[in-house]
């Protein structure tokens, strides 16, 4: 676009991500072109971009497309046509050297009969507890689970995710996100491999060529006014101006994308709600891709809830798309939370770990391998999130700034979510 010292807009869209891509492509849809959409990063998709290495696409981890809205199901098809393909999941939990399928607590069966029955104990017990409403994550899952199968899975594998005690976690993240089957459905599960699956994912759509990117060009190419490569330095409120590479850019209203605390950062919001902001906690991930030269027999992903394994979970790229790895050859992405101070060391570690589980040998060469950060990765559900989040989308709801997308109303969610936040906001807009 051509850019001057001075410009106006409608509409000033921050990030070029799902949820602001998926904003400016309904604001076109509806004939409202007086927008402008402003990416930092000189490519559009954020954290839902792909990179291109060697014959290799690599996503940022793992980004796949759970679509059970009619409505995004048919345009995801429209926008990428023959592009498209539908996977069952294969997913699994290791454990005691068995790979459990996930979810953990539908799978009883698959575990040792001494944690299959401490597990299916726990259960029962948890069944018949009249307990009141959970005051955290760990009492929420302690009524739905017990003790066995939170001590086995659930506490170690969100200690390691969300980098936080579970006691002082809340549980309103959970809605689709933890498989919770009925203490019946439990049982059977213990006896025998259930017929049923569970999980908002069981099934998911991924890109056959281009990686996540090939969505994010799709929609990217259908919207003109777009800045890439625009530092967003700071937002005037009651100017309703924005300073962008120095330029100004005067809106009258603001659809936000950016992480909720950067932007109360940036902008002249009242030292209260900056103060509310600080208290917004998050997750950064260290992502190692790689790649084998041989075919690994496929899966999705793997969980590791084990302290001692220097990872949390573990992608197979390969197994998403033939596409994203050359013929006779394997990717992977490997996600950890904890901080990482020496990265050859810690990929030294990760290898180590890798061959360990059976997920490489030591005989496979690696082909490449680099690291990805996600500097904010998972919104921590703590007792200060809700609050905090809460007082400051209603100050800037008055200040006529709407947000969007997991950052930008500082959740935990998926893409899907985003696509549908960015249409809804423009019913708003409009």
Known sequence: MNKTKVLHTDILILG????????????????????????????????????EKQGFTFDYSGHLLHLRDPYTLKWIRTLLKANLSKLKRKAFIDFDGKRVPFPFQANLWALPESVRQECLQGALQAAQSTSKKPKNFEEWCLRAFGTGIYRHFMRPYNRKLWQTDPKKMMWDWCGPF?????????????????????????????????GCAALVNALAAKIPNTWL???????????????INGQTVYFKRLVNTLPLKDLIKISTAPADLKAEARKLKHTTVEVLNFAVNRTVEPFHWLYFPQENVPFYRVGMQ?????????????????ETAEKITDRPKAEKAIFQALIQKGI????????????????????????????AVNKILRWLSKNHCFCAGRYGLWEYSFMERSLLQ??????KLL
Request: glycine content about 8%.
């Open 229 to 243: 490569q625009a530092n967003v330095e700071k937002i005037d409120f009651k100017k309703k101006e924005a300073r």
């Open 178 to 210: 933890v498989p919770e089957p009925d203490i019946a459905q439990i049982k059977r599960g213990a006896a025998a491999k259930p017929r049923q699956a569970f999980g908002y994912n069981t099934y998911f759509y991924y890109p056959k060529r281009g």
């Open 318 to 334: 390969s197994s998403f798309s033939p596409d994203n790895a050359p013929e006779g050859c394997s990717s992977f992405y490997v």
């Open 16 to 51: 070029g991500g799902l949820s602001g891509l998926s904003t400016a492509f309904h604001l076109e849809k509806s004939g409202h072109t007086n927008y402008l959409l402003v990416e930092k990063n000189n490519f559009f998709g954020g954290l839902s971009a792909s990179t």
């Open 422 to 427: 960015g249409r809804d906001i423009v019913k």
């Open 360 to 387: 490489i040998d030591r005989q496979d060469k690696i082909l490449l391998s680099f690291w990805q950060t996600l500097p904010v990765a998972y919104s921590i559900y703590d007792k200060n999130r809700a609050p």
